[in-house]
């Protein structure tokens, strides 16, 4: 089972740059997520999705994008990337309606602005 | 304010010591689930346990025992006879309506 896959699994983008990680899961969640972790801190939601079409802020959305086109896939942009967005990013997914599963987490993305 | 507290930050213990690790949370919802999720120096976020606010029963998979308080609104994780295996974050987590909550994480280091 693939679960959740995000890619890259690293990236170096320059000041500026604008790039789009790849987040796709296998399961039919209907609830997707990301977070960013910067170093020695925990988890911070920057967008989510409680399905294809929907899509909602979280503590820190200024400076991404989303969208959610199909229930598989939920992709991040980021626009003229800051060294304030260097940190390691995090898809995830899980099932809401009978019941919550726990959130299935990606292997992350390491992005560093430079 | 925080939904999900852990107080420690970081805490040694030295190999085969039991420790604890501390979560207090916050909510108004009567339906809630509260999970842990280790991430070891590799980084990848692990699934540990998941509570639903129905369930108070306390819970033991091997090492690992979790005890889920709702009269202190607190789930606090046990380690008995830590290992150096064990050295990782944790966080303790929250879900109600449409979003998980994370605690900032209590990074733990066993001592061999």
């Known amino acids: 089972n693939a679960g959740v896959t995000q890619t890259p699994k690293f990236r170096i983008l320059k000041i500026g740059q604008s790039m789009t990680l790849q987040c796709t899961q296998d399961?039919?969640?209907?609830?997707m997520y990301w977070y960013r972790q910067d170093p020695g801190m925990g988890l911070k939601l920057i967008y989510y999705?409680?399905?294809?079409?929907?899509?909602d802020k979280g503590e820190v959305p200024n400076g991404y994008n989303v969208s959610r086109s199909t229930t598989e896939d939920f992709p991040l942009r980021l626009e003229l990337a800051a060294p304030s967005q260097t940190s390691v990013y995090f898809c995830?997914?899980?099932?809401?309606?009978?019941?919550?599963?726990?959130?299935?987490f990606g292997q992350g993305t390491r992005l560093t602005v430079v | 304010a925080q939904k999900v507290t852990q107080a420690q930050t970081e805490i040694s213990v030295v190999e085969k010591e039991d420790v604890t690790l501390d979560c207090v949370y916050e909510?108004?919802?009567?339906?809630?689930?509260l999970f842990w999720y280790k991430q070891p120096p590799s980084g990848e976020l692990v699934f540990l346990i998941r509570?639903?606010?129905?369930?108070?029963q306390n819970e033991i998979s091997g090492r690992y025992s979790w005890n889920f308080q709702k009269s202190t609104s607190s789930f606090n994780f046990t380690i008995t006879a830590s290992q150096v295996v064990d050295s990782a974050v944790y966080f303790c987590a929250l879900s109600e309506e449409d979003q998980f909550y994370f605690g900032t994480g209590t990074s733990l280091t066993v001592i061999p």
């Open positions: 995830a997914s899980d099932r809401r309606g009978q019941g919550v599963t726990e959130a299935f």
């Open positions: 509570r639903n606010s129905f369930d108070e």
């Open positions: 399961m039919n969640h209907n609830y």
């Open positions: 909510t108004r919802d009567t339906t809630y689930y």
């Open positions: 999705s409680v399905g294809a079409g929907i899509t």
